[in-house]
C-alpha cells in the first residue's frame, strides 16, 4: 500500500491500472481517504474548531470526497462516453488519488501552510483525472471532459447536501 502511495504522490500512471484490477485495493482505498481526511482535518483543526473541522473532513472525505465523487464519475464516463469500468475500480483509483490530500495536514502553519493543502487538493485533483482515464481506458479529452463534468455535478451536490449535514451537526452539538 505504501508502495502505491508513493507512485500515486509522483503520478505514476500505470499504479492506476494496477489498483483499478486489485479488488484488494478498495480496503486499502477507504483506509487512505479516512486517514487523509483525519490528518487534514487535524491540521485545519490546529488552527481551530478542531471538532468541527474534524466532522466536516472526514464526512466531506468520505462521503462526499470519495463515495459521491466514484459514483458521479462513474455514470458520466460510462453513460457519455462508454467508460470501461465499476463502481468498485472507480473506489479505488479515486480513494488512492485522493492520498495527496495528506499535505493538508501541514495547513495548520502561518502563512504557508494553505499553500500545502492547496498543492495537495490540486495534486489529488490531477492524480483523480489520471485516475479516471486509466479506470475508464479513455484518450485525455474525454478524461477531461469526464473529471470536469464530474467535478461540477460534485460541487453543486456538495453545495446542496453540506447545509444538510451541517444543519445536522448543528442540531445535535
Do not use: Q
Not at 479516512?34 to 482535518?41: A, F, Y
Not at 481551530?48 to 470526497?65: D, N, R, T
Not at 463534468?149 to 447545509?163: D, N, S
Amino acid at each position: 500500500m505504501v508502495n502505491r502511495i508513493m507512485r500515486v504522490l509522483r503520478l505514476d500512471t500505470p499504479v492506476f491500472s494496477e489498483i483499478a484490477k486489485d479488488p484488494a485495493a478498495t480496503t486499502e482505498a477507504g483506509i487512505i481517504v479516512v486517514v487523509v481526511s483525519l490528518l487534514s482535518g487535524i491540521g485545519s483543526g490546529i488552527r481551530g474548531h478542531f471538532f468541527s473541522s474534524l466532522v466536516w473532513e472526514l464526512i466531506a472525505g468520505v462521503v462526499l470526497g470519495w463515495l459521491l465523487w466514484a459514483v458521479v464519475t462513474y455514470f458520466i464516463g460510462t453513460s457519455l462516453f462508454g467508460g470501461k469500468t465499476t463502481v468498485e475500480e472507480m473506489l479505488r483509483v479515486l480513494g488512492y488519488a485522493s492520498a495527496p490530500r495528506l499535505l493538508g495536514f501541514f495547513g495548520f502553519i502561518p502563512c504557508v501552510g494553505w499553500l500545502a493543502a492547496l498543492a495537495g487538493a490540486i495534486l489529488a485533483l490531477v492524480a483523480g483525472f489520471i485516475a479516471v482515464r486509466e479506470a475508464m481506458k479513455f484518450d485525455t479529452g474525454k478524461a477531461i471532459i469526464t473529471v470536469v463534468i464530474g467535478w461540477l455535478v460534485y460541487l453543486v451536490l456538495t453545495a446542496v447536501l453540506a447545509p444538510i449535514f451541517g444543519i445536522g451537526y448543528a442540531l445535535f452539538r
